[in-house]
Nanobody
């Protein structure tokens, strides 16, 4: 099985920066797309940024130019560098990975448990 674990959340002031890390562990064959989502209180979970195995990135309009997603395929890790943060970035941030447990397996979604990010005004 595979597990995802996020770290790096915390409290930051408006204009500050945080770097989130997500590590995939366990037994699996390979990882395709890795994604960061977030969910604010009372809101639906929203996509923040995606990165393919080849390194192609996409961002939500609300974070474009402020957040950067990156990954280390050798370490099975994905990162989210968040700069110029705003109070509206406050949310629980979740890591998602599309991976295969074996070469013959179907692609499946795996999720981390989330890390809280709070931006004070």
């Amino acid at each position: 099985q595979a597990q995802l674990a996020e770290s790096g959340g915390g409290l930051v002031q408006t204009g500050g920066s945080l770097r989130l890390t997500c590590a995939a562990s366990g037994t699996f064959y390979n990882i395709n797309t890795m994604v960061w989502y977030r969910q604010a209180p009372g809101s639906q979970r929203e996509l923040v940024a995606t990165i393919t195995r080849g390194g192609s990135e996409n961002y939500a309009t609300s974070v474009k130019g402020r957040f950067t997603i990156s990954r280390d395929n050798a370490k099975n890790m994905v990162y989210l560098q968040m700069n110029s943060m705003k109070p509206e970035d406050t949310a629980v941030y979740y890591c998602n990975a599309v991976l295969r447990l074996a070469w013959y397996s179907v692609w499946s979604d795996y999720w981390g448990q989330g890390t809280q990010v709070t931006v004070s005004s």
